[in-house]
Nanobody
Framework: QVQLVESGGGLVQAGGSLRLSCAAS????????MGWYRQAPGKQRELVAG???????NYADSVKGRFTISRDNGKNTVYLQMNSLKPEDTAVYYC???????????????WGQGTQVTVSS
C-alpha cells in the first residue's frame, strides 16, 4: 500500500508565502509524476502544478510566476513553493502521484488527504 502525506498548509496574508510538502511511502517501485491540485468551495478540483520524473514541469496559468513545484526523488517527496499568495488561492490543496507499485509493477493514482490553504486579504 502507498500513502501520500501532506504538510505545510495554513493561514497567510495576501502577498505572503507558504511551502507545501507531500511525501510518498510504501511499496513504491518508481514514481512517474507528482503534482498538486486544489479545490475551492463550490468549484471543481483543478491542476495547480505537475512535475514528471525527468523534471519537466507545468503550471496553471493562474499560478505561473508565483508558484514553483519541485521534487526530491530520493525522498519520494514533492514540494510546492507558493509566493505572492492571493485570496483566490484559498482552497484545499491535494497532492497526487502516479506510482508504479513495487509489488505488482502496475501504475496507480494516489491522492493525499488534502491541506487547507487560506489567504486573507
Amino acid at each position: 500500500q502507498v500513502q501520500l502525506v501532506e504538510s505545510g498548509g495554513g493561514l497567510v496574508q495576501a502577498g505572503g508565502s507558504l511551502r507545501l510538502s507531500c511525501a510518498a511511502s510504501g511499496s513504491i517501485f518508481t514514481i512517474n509524476a507528482m503534482g498538486w491540485y486544489r479545490q475551492a468551495p463550490g468549484k471543481q478540483r483543478e491542476l495547480v502544478a505537475g512535475i514528471i520524473s525527468g523534471g519537466s514541469t507545468n503550471y496553471a496559468d493562474s499560478v505561473k510566476g508565483r508558484f514553483t513545484i519541485s521534487r526530491d526523488n530520493g525522498k519520494n517527496t514533492v514540494y510546492l513553493q507558493m509566493n505572492s499568495l492571493k485570496p483566490e488561492d484559498t482552497a484545499v490543496y491535494y497532492c497526487h502521484a502516479d506510482i508504479i507499485s513495487g509489488i505488482s509493477l502496475l501504475a496507480y493514482n494516489y491522492w493525499g488527504q488534502g491541506t487547507q490553504v487560506t489567504v486573507s486579504s
